[in-house]
């Protein structure tokens, strides 16, 4: 992976912000934009892996092609958060704390509307963990490097962990801030538009228009906190990048794509059969 390969990962890039540009034209709901972007994860996730094995035979000009890999895969992610706020803003926000694209088992597992950032050094640490055992033999056997996650320094550690710390103080924040919103649908305001409704029938432009400003003010909280959300989720991930080598990077990569697109299958595989159970149920 040269300096030929980085040109083609930069060109693909270009073409990643042209498909952004145009989607802000001619906008795809957002179950379209993520069955298009996760295929485009699994390609990623084979150049990752093609990466992590060729490394065994690389150079230092290889080096700025590994960044390049990295700096995409990265940039794929800014994409989704890109698309995903604009898709908050233009759409239901409601879709995206609910979302119908993604499979039960997701769903409850979310975390305002995806991945708890606390659990990228979960994530970290399982997969150092394995990568340690696997090149145990190596490391004592002729003290070879691997150059992986199993190969992180004591420095690295100490930084990771200050950024854990940081990143949990951040969520606890936030959902502290959620919990008031969740808390807001109880408000004088909604108490007193859910007893007229009731004693009124709930109709009346005047009472269409109060209850729609209402659910308007909530919906816009829930924005904020989606907005909110996401930066962490994001920061975490660069933050981590961050610590990591180049090669370190790729391995966390794969880890994070491996996990995010296995679920996924897994949680449709679920819902599948749940349904295939339920009609085979309904014809009995």
């Keep these: 992976m040269g300096q030929r390969q980085c040109q083609v990962y930069n060109r693909r890039r270009m073409d990643m912000a042209s498909r952004m540009s145009n989607e802000k034209e001619n906008p795809e709901n957002f179950r379209q934009f993520f069955e298009r972007w996760i295929t485009e994860q ?3 996730l084979q150049d990752l892996i093609s990466a992590s094995k060729n490394d065994q035979n690389s150079d230092d000009s290889d080096h700025e092609g590994l960044c390049c890999l990295v700096e995409r895969v990265v940039s794929h992610y800014d994409q989704y958060y890109r698309a995903k706020s604009i898709y908050t803003t233009r759409q239901s926000v409601l879709s995206m704390l609910t979302p119908s694209w993604r499979s039960l088992l997701e769903d409850a597992l979310l975390w305002i509307g995806g991945w708890r950032p606390s659990m990228a050094f ?9 990568q340690l055992e696997r090149g145990l033999s190596d490391l004592i056997m002729r003290g070879l490097s691997t150059d992986d996650l199993a190969d992180m320094s004591h420095h690295q550690f100490r930084r990771v ?4 710390g940081r990143t949990i103080r951040e969520e606890r924040e936030i959902m502290e801030d959620m919990a008031r919103v969740q808390e807001m649908v109880a408000d004088s305001r909604m108490v007193e538009l859910s007893q007229e409704a009731t004693e009124g029938g709930g109709s009346g432009d005047d009472m269409v228009v109060r209850i729609g400003l209402a659910l308007t003010h909530k919906e816009h909280e829930l924005e904020v906190m989606i907005h909110k959300a996401d930066d962490l989720r994001l920061r975490t991930l660069k933050g981590i990048l961050d610590i990591l080598t180049s090669m370190q990077s790729v391995h966390f990569l794969i880890a994070a794509a491996e996990l995010h697109i296995r679920v996924h299958e897994w949680g449709r595989k679920k819902d599948e059969e749940q349904q295939q159970q339920e009609q085979e149920h309904h014809h009995v």
């Excluded at 979960?122 to 394995?130: E, F, I, Q, T, V």
């Excluded at 962990?161 to 854990?164: G, R, S, T, Y």
């Design 42 to 44: 699994n390609q990623h």
């Design 122 to 130: 979960h994530l970290l640490y399982s997969k150092c963990g394995l």
């Design 161 to 164: 962990d200050d950024l854990q």
